[in-house]
C-alpha cells in the first residue's frame, strides 16, 4: 500500500489508514471491499496502517501520490489520525499529494489551520460518477482554496454534464473566485472494472459518456486523462487489458492523458 502504483494518473500510493464505508452509487464493486475480502480483512474497519504511516518521509526523490487510494482522507473515523498524516505532508514538499474524496463537506473543517490558499504539493479532487452527486461533490470543493481541484468520473455510470463553465462563473455574491485559479483544473475519467462473475463485476460505460466528458474539458480549457474505457467496453472492443486501460487500443481521439496546469502565483 506505499509501493509503485498501476493507476495511471499516478506514480504511487500511501495509506496511512485504510478501510472505509459506502456512500454512493459508485462505491458498489470496491475494488478495496474486493480485496480486502480476498484475505479475509474487514473492508468497513478503519485502521491505521502499522508501517506505511511514515512512508512518504523515506522517499528522497519527488513523487506524484495518490493518497488514502485504501479509504477517503476525510473519513470521520481517521480524525484522530488526521492532523500527523498533515505534518507529513507539510514536511515532503518534495512530493506532490492528490487527495481525492468523497465526502467534500468535510474538507473546509479538517485542513491544517496553516492551509492559507492550499499546500503548493496539494491537490484536492472529488469522486462524481453520476449527475446525482455532482453538485453535492462539486460545490463544496470549489470553494476550498487549493493549488489544484480535480474531478475523477470514475466509474462513470451514465452520462454527465460537468458544468465546467457553471463553477467559474456561477459561485455567487460574496464569494471569492477568479477565472484562471479559482476553477476546476483537472478532470480524470474511467469507465467501471470488475469480473465476469461473483460479487464484484462491473457496470455498462458507454463510449460516448466518455466522448461527452473530453469535449466539456476541451471547450473549457481544462486538461483531461482518459483512465481507462472499462471493463464492459474493454470485452466488447476486445481490448488488449481487461479492464480497457491500455492507451494503445482507445479510439484515437480518446488517446489523451493530459496533466493540470500548475498555476503560477
Known amino acids: 500500500m506505499g509501493e509503485e502504483s498501476k493507476i495511471q494518473w499516478t506514480e504511487n500510493s500511501w495509506n496511512p489508514w485504510h478501510g472505509c464505508k459506502k456512500v454512493s452509487d459508485g462505491c458498489k464493486f470496491c475494488y478495496m471491499y474486493r480485496d480486502k475480502e480476498k484475505y ?11 508501517t506505511k504511516f511514515n512512508d512518504p518521509l523515506k522517499w528522497k526523490d519527488p513523487k506524484l501520490i495518490f493518497t488514502c487510494s485504501w479509504s477517503d482522507w476525510f473519513i470521520d473515523e481517521a480524525d484522530e489520525w488526521r ?20 465526502r467534500p463537506e468535510r474538507i473546509k ?4 489551520e496553516d492551509w492559507g490558499d492550499g499546500y503548493e504539493n496539494v491537490w484536492l479532487g472529488v469522486s462524481v460518477e453520476n449527475n446525482k452527486v455532482l453538485h453535492e461533490r462539486v460545490w463544496p470543493l470549489i470553494h476550498i482554496k487549493s493549488k489544484i481541484r480535480f474531478i475523477s468520473a470514475e466509474p462513470l455510470l451514465s452520462n454527465i454534464d460537468l ?8 459561485i455567487g455574491p460574496g464569494h471569492w473566485y477568479d477565472k484562471t485559479k479559482d476553477r476546476i483544473n483537472w478532470v480524470i475519467v474511467g469507465g467501471e472494472s ?9 457496470r455498462p460505460c458507454e463510449i460516448s459518456w466518455i466522448e461527452n466528458i473530453v469535449a466539456q474539458c476541451k471547450e473549457n480549457n481544462v486538461p483531461v486523462f482518459v483512465k481507462q474505457l472499462g ?3 474493454a470485452k466488447q472492443l476486445k481490448m488488449s487489458d481487461r479492464h480497457g486501460g491500455n492507451i494503445n487500443d ?4 480518446l488517446q489523451i492523458r493530459e496533466f493540470p496546469i500548475i498555476p503560477s502565483n
Not at 83 to 102: R, S, V
Not at 109 to 112: A, E, F, Q, R, S
Not at 250 to 253: N, R, S
Open 250 to 253: 482507445f479510439p484515437k481521439h
Open 83 to 102: 492532523d500527523e498524516a498533515w505534518k507529513i505532508i507539510k514536511a515532503t514538499p518534495q512530493h506532490t499529494y492528490q487527495i481525492l474524496t468523497k
Open 163 to 170: 458544468g465546467l463553465d457553471a463553477w467559474i462563473e456561477d
Open 40 to 50: 479475509g480483512q474487514d473492508p468497513t474497519l478503519v485502521v491505521r496502517s502499522k
Open 109 to 112: 473543517g479538517h485542513l491544517p
Open 231 to 233: 471493463t464492459h467496453l
Open 194 to 202: 470488475g469480473n465476469d462473475k461473483g460479487k464484484y463485476t462491473f
